[in-house]
């Protein structure tokens, strides 16, 4: 069986990739400079940013994480394929 | 605890039915110096480090799972397809014969992973000295298999991989000088 | 990490020793690598930045531990 995925979710995926990277590269700074504001700041815009990129994903690609609404009331759509390895 | 979320850290693409290269990822996966290693090291020494430094253990423990995630995928999706005989060419003939297809915790020459690759001696400055050694192994590792590889979607992703051992270990040398530093005296950069 | 450079290089060779007797034709220069995070010290805050893509791409956020690799030897391939 082929499934192909529709360029749209990549296109998401990338720019949750980019948002979240940005996060764990300010977190890891974080951990060693923990009183530098302006990093602080950025931090907190970008944890802001990666939750909106994530709930318009999920509206269009079911739940990226535990906790997240399943926005399909009914099936559960988190045990559905693709998972990371697949795409 | 720990929560999952469905995506890689970084894309994973491979453009080359290789499964060579899966053999050699294999030293990543369960490897003396792989990201299994890493992971465990790092979140095991946490519990007994002063509390300055707990938060960058507890991430860059955590960001290692992700890396461990990767490379299965590259090693999935090199090995899903293969036959017996295409995987016996590859050198992955013994491997067949005890997993099938299956991942296995081993590194690239088959040895099974142990906790002894694992350090955890208690002092602070000799764990994180481990540690920053641990990243430059584990950089120095993926130069080599980038030089034996030809795939560029996977050099791609694995270049992301080495880039990361830098970060990490810039970070464990700053959590020494942190640990270094005199009580009550402010940092100079 | 006291030592902040201001330029370094991330690469270094040798060449190394070879005997009349050894059976293999030289390799030449011997690369090893020493990247950024040697030179750069505790880091200073406010560093230049990549944008979130170019970031993620290069895998780090600050250009100045960004350290490209290849294969050194590649030209030697038959």
């Not at chain 1, 499934?3 to 749209?8: A, D, G, R, V």
């Not at chain 2, 890493?38 to 890396?67: C, M, S, W």
């Not at chain 2, 810039?170 to 009580?183: H, N, P, S």
């Amino acid at each position: 069986m082929v499934k192909t995925l529709p360029n749209e979710y990549y296109l998401q995926m990338e720019e949750i990739q980019a948002a979240d990277f940005v996060l764990i590269e300010l977190m890891l700074y974080l951990d060693t400079h923990p009183t530098d504001t302006q990093a602080i700041q950025q931090y907190n815009q970008f944890a802001q940013y990666s939750k909106q990129l994530k709930r318009k994903f999920e509206s269009s690609f079911g739940p990226m994480q535990q906790g997240s609404l399943n926005q399909t009331l009914d099936f559960w759509t988190w045990k559905s394929s693709p998972w990371p390895w697949q795409i | 605890m720990w929560t999952y979320e469905k995506k890689l850290q970084y894309p994973v693409k491979v453009s080359t039915c290789n499964p060579t290269l899966a053999k050699f990822l294999m030293e990543q996966y369960g490897g003396a110096d792989g990201e299994l290693a890493a992971a465990l090291r790092y979140l095991n020494q946490r519990y007994t480090i002063p509390e300055k430094v707990i938060g960058l253990l507890t991430d860059i423990g955590t960001e290692e799972f992700a890396h461990l995630e990767m490379i299965a995928t590259m090693i999935y999706k090199l090995t899903k397809d293969a036959t017996p005989d295409q995987l016996r060419e590859a050198g992955l003939g013994e491997h067949y014969v005890a997993h099938d297809s299956a991942l296995f915790y081993s590194n690239a020459a088959g040895v099974p992973f142990t906790a002894a690759y694992i350090q955890a001696k208690g002092d602070p400055i000799a764990d994180l000295y481990e540690d920053i050694a641990a990243e430059e192994k584990a950089r120095a590792t993926y130069q080599w298999i980038i030089d034996m590889s030809d795939d560029p979607d996977l050099n791609d992703s694995l270049r992301f991989l080495r880039e990361r051992e830098i970060i990490h270990s810039q970070r464990f040398r700053e959590a020494v000088e942190i640990l270094k530093e005199e009580r009550d005296r402010k940092k100079v950069f | 990490m006291e030592n902040h450079p201001k330029t370094f290089t991330k690469v270094k060779s040798y060449v190394p020793f070879h005997g009349p007797c050894d059976p293999c034709p030289p390799i030449g220069r011997k690369y090893y690598r020493t990247p950024p995070n040697l030179y750069v010290g505790f880091q200073q805050p406010s560093l230049p930045q990549f944008s979130p893509a170019e970031a993620l791409m290069k895998g780090t956020l600050w250009p100045v531990f960004y350290d490209f690799y290849e294969n050194p030897y590649k030209k030697r391939r038959v």
